[in-house]
């Protein structure tokens, strides 16, 4: 048995994906599925803010994409909104401080629905939880997770229209947010109080180190498929090491 670091790639079939926005705009992005299992659901991840480094390749994406399809058997969908680059490659348009976005995660929902990739759910990370918030409240989804909400650019009033979707969500807000801490979260969200609000301890709003990592990939797992929890923390097979870490 691999004790499963940072840099840690485990087997999955990836598959280089382009998604067509509605006003068509051409994203770049990645499907990893498993490759000895069928997939239990897909995760749809929405990234960091972009004017800030942000993009489908921040590290807790790579690492979603890197373990979850062998450990949990999910299907992980990661893409780069509008304008956005990143090693994956480079979308077509530019920032809209997450209106047209929207356009964006409604073209990942439609690509997973129309080639049958199961049940949907949404990771939305800091400014990926704003456009999550803004534009997914009517979609037809099985679950969204939000890390690191910052509520930078969405309203109270956006925010309530949550309090009558059909589906869990849930928010994962760190102790040590640079922007939301768990307080004043629970405050903010108090307008649509089916968001369950879970904060942990020592984190900080990057989610950096394996500890943090764990707990976040665990929360999710736990969300989706809660006989796959505790994750393992190594691995009896092939394994490769990224090396840009």
Known sequence: MTEIVSNSVLPAKREMISLLTSDGEKLVGELASPTDQKSIATIITVHPLPTHGG????HLYRKMSWRLPALAGINILRFNTRGTCSKLGTSTGVFDSSNNEGKDLLAAIKYMKDNNLGKPYVVGWSFGTDVTLRHGFDQDLSGVILLSPPLRFTTQEELARWKNVSFPVIALVPELDDYLKPAEAKQRFSVAP??????QPGAKHLWV???S?????????????????PL???WDGPMEKWNDI
């Open 55 to 58: 993009n489908t390749d921040s």
């Open 194 to 199: 089916n968001i369950q609000i879970i904060a």
């Open 209 to 211: 180190g394996e500890k």
């Open 213 to 229: 990592v764990q707990f976040v990939l665990n929360q999710i797992v736990q969300f989706i498929a809660p006989l796959k929890v």
């Open 232 to 234: 393992p923390i190594s």
